[in-house]
């Protein structure tokens, strides 16, 4: 069984950075493309940024383009998503998520994904 646990959560202030981090186990992690999603209280779950199978090609939303980085360490079995510059609109718990497959395609919406994490939450504070 295919499981995902998050960490790297937690308060900052404007303009600071968290990282967060997600471990998958249970299969091998170089066969899933990955993908960030935030949820904020009373909004709908958004995507913040995905990656294919292999790294090779990623995709932010564009309220963090600049700002966050996602990127996949296959042999750690870990993705990663660097969050530089926070604003206090950044606050949401945020999930990451696991497709499987080697199609070099990205995929973006979250009703693409087999698998989901817990959550962690970012709160930032202005």
């Known amino acids: 069984q295919v499981q995902l646990v998050e960490s790297g959560g937690g308060l900052a202030q404007a303009g600071a950075s968290l990282r967060l981090s997600c471990v998958v186990s249970?299969?091998?992690?170089?066969?899933?493309?990955m993908g960030w999603f935030r949820q904020a209280p009373g909004k709908e779950r958004e995507t913040v940024a995905a990656?294919?199978?292999?790294?090779?090609?990623?995709r932010y939303s564009n309220s963090v383009k600049g700002r966050f980085t996602i990127a996949k360490d296959n042999t750690k079995n870990t993705v990663i998503l660097q969050m530089n510059s926070l604003k206090p609109e950044d606050t949401a718990v945020y999930y990451c998520?696991?497709?499987?497959?080697?199609?070099?395609?990205?995929?973006?919406?979250?009703?693409?994904?087999?698998?989901w994490g817990q959550g962690t939450q970012v709160t930032v504070s202005s």
């Open positions: 249970g299969d091998t992690f170089s066969n899933y493309a």
């Open positions: 990656i294919t199978w292999s790294g090779s090609s990623t």
């Open positions: 998520a696991a497709k499987r497959g080697d199609s070099p395609n990205i995929y973006y919406a979250a009703s693409s994904y087999d698998y």
